[in-house]
Structure formats: structure tokens, C-alpha cells
């Protein structure tokens, strides 16, 4: 019965040391957190996409202006047509640009955060508008836009 019990007590000190060993760092894990909006208004390319794009509209318009102006003592079913077929073009056009600009800023904004994930030993990097709250030391917004201003970004369409 002793004998028993001994080696009862030997295994209980046993798995005892072994979940010991097993334990892990309990620090948890580091995390940073990005405001999404802030990055992309004030990031070069950000700024020269939204500049690209106004200066396009503002282009647009002027031909649109213009076009009325032709059309105003003339409107016929052509000209309406044609009125219509510009504007149509002009709204392709505008997408598609807008399209190729935000692909090529959520690509370049991609790459910079995982790389600063990777450089700084990070976990998980969050948006701040999923946080209900965090330490304003997790923030990491101005240096993924450090990150993105020595980064080439094509903005204006070759």
C-alpha cells in the first residue's frame, strides 16, 4: 500500500513539472493599431490621388459647361445623345480611375503594414475604428506613412 501510494504521489509531481515546463510567456500578444483614413488623406500618394482626381473633375466640368452652352439653343435627339454618351464616358473614365488609385494605395498600404508587423515584432495590426479602446502608444498611423512616403506609388494614369 505504501509503495502505491509513493508512486501515486510520484506521478502527481511528475505531470506536476510537466504542465510546468508547458507553460508559455503569458505577456500576451503586441498589437498596433492604424487609423485607415488618416493614412491615406495625408500619405503623399494619397493627397496627390485626391488632387489627381479633383483636377479631372474640374476638367470634366469645364467640358461639361461647355457642352451645355453648345447645346443649349440646339437640343436635338443627337445632341442629347451625345450629351449623354460624354457624361456616360466621363463616369467610366472617373471609376475606373478611382478604382486604379485606391487599388494601388490599399496595395502600398498593405505592404507597409506588414512590414512594420514584421520589423517591429508585432502580432496583429487593427484598425482603430475596430477598438473600443487602446493605448495610444499601439498607434501606429505615422509611421505607415513615413513608410508609404519613401514608397513609389503611381498615381497619375501612363
Known amino acids: 500500500m505504501f509503495k502505491k501510494t509513493l508512486t501515486f504521489v510520484a506521478l502527481i509531481v511528475i505531470s506536476a513539472f510537466?504542465?510546468?515546463c508547458q507553460q508559455q510567456d503569458s505577456k500576451g500578444a503586441k498589437v498596433g493599431f492604424v487609423d485607415t483614413g488618416k493614412v491615406f488623406k495625408e500619405c503623399k500618394a494619397?493627397?496627390?490621388?485626391?488632387?489627381?482626381?479633383?483636377?479631372?473633375?474640374?476638367?470634366?466640368q469645364s467640358t461639361f459647361k461647355d457642352?451645355?452652352?453648345?447645346?443649349?439653343?440646339n437640343q436635338t435627339e443627337a445632341n442629347s445623345a451625345k450629351f449623354q454618351a460624354a457624361l456616360s464616358?466621363?463616369?467610366?473614365?472617373?471609376?475606373?480611375?478611382?478604382?486604379?488609385i485606391v487599388g494601388a494605395l490599399n496595395g502600398a498600404f498593405t505592404k507597409a503594414v506588414d512590414e512594420y508587423r514584421k520589423e517591429n515584432g508585432l502580432d496583429a495590426?487593427?484598425?482603430?475604428?475596430?477598438?473600443?479602446?487602446?493605448?495610444e502608444k499601439s498607434e501606429?498611423?505615422?509611421?505607415?506613412?513615413?513608410?508609404?512616403?519613401?514608397?513609389?506609388?503611381?498615381i497619375k494614369a501612363e
Open 18 to 20: 510537466l504542465v510546468g
Open 46 to 60: 494619397g493627397v496627390e490621388g485626391m488632387a489627381y482626381l479633383k483636377k479631372e473633375s474640374e476638367d470634366f
Open 67 to 73: 457642352m451645355q452652352k453648345e447645346l443649349a439653343g
Open 89 to 100: 464616358e466621363y463616369q467610366t473614365k472617373m471609376g475606373a480611375e478611382q478604382n486604379r
Open 125 to 135: 495590426v487593427f484598425s482603430v475604428e475596430s477598438a473600443v479602446s487602446f493605448d
Open 140 to 154: 501606429i498611423s505615422s509611421a505607415i506613412i513615413d513608410s508609404m512616403n519613401k514608397m513609389d506609388i503611381k
